[in-house]
C-alpha cells in the first residue's frame, strides 16, 4: 500500500520536526506531558459531539483506536450529520473530508497525510492514520465540503 511505503521516509521527516522543536520549548521532546494539569482540552468519549464552527454540520467522534487518542497513530470514526439553527438533521454522505494535525504550541503538523474511508454506515468516516506523534497537546481540524456545503470541525486533545 502506497502509504505503508511512504512512511519510513516520512518518519525520517518528522525526526527532523522533532530536532527543531526541541530548540524552542528548551525540554526535550520525549518529556512525558502529564495531561491532568492541561485544561482546555477535549475529553474523549464515544460519541462525543461537538458543532461545526459555521454551525452547518454537526460531528460525533464514533470511536478512538487507541481510546483516548494516544501518541503515534490514531484511528478515529466520525459521523459527520447535517445541522441547521442549532437542530441535527441527516447524515451527511458523500463528503469530501480534509483532516489536519496541528501542534500549537509548537506551530507544526504531522508529517502523514490522514486517509479517509467512508463507512457503511451513513455520513460515517473512518480517519486514518491521524499520527500525532509527539507528547503535548494537538488539534485536529476536520473540514467536510458536501456540494455548497462546508464546516469545520477542531478536536483538541492531550496525548500523555
Ligand atoms: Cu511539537
Redesign the pocket.
Known amino acids: 500500500m502506497r502509504t505503508k511505503t511512504m512512511r519510513p521516509a516520512l518518519l525520517a521527516l518528522g525526526l527532523g520536526f522533532l530536532g527543531a ?1 526541541g530548540a524552542d520549548d528548551g525540554g526535550g521532546d520525549d518529556e512525558p506531558v502529564d495531561c491532568s494539569t492541561v485544561t482546555g482540552t477535549d475529553v474523549f468519549h464515544v460519541d462525543l459531539e461537538k458543532p461545526g464552527t459555521s454551525g452547518m454540520l454537526d460531528y460525533t467522534m464514533k470511536s478512538a483506536t487507541p481510546a483516548p487518542p494516544a501518541r503515534g497513530d490514531n484511528s478515529w470514526v466520525f459521523q459527520i450529520s447535517t445541522m441547521s439553527s442549532g437542530v441535527v438533521g441527516t447524515p451527511l454522505d458523500g463528503a469530501t473530508l480534509q483532516v489536519t494535525p496541528f ?1 500549537p504550541s ?1 506551530q ?1 503538523g504531522s508529517p502523514i497525510k490522514v486517509e479517509v474511508t467512508p463507512m457503511s454506515e451513513p455520513g460515517t468516516y473512518k480517519l486514518e492514520p491521524v499520527n500525532l506523534w ?1 507528547p ?1 497537546v494537538w488539534e485536529t481540524t476536520i473540514r467536510a465540503t458536501s456540494g455548497t456545503t462546508s464546516d469545520s470541525v477542531v478536536y483538541k486533545f492531550c496525548i500523555e
Open positions: 522543536c501542534m509548537h507544526h509527539m503535548g
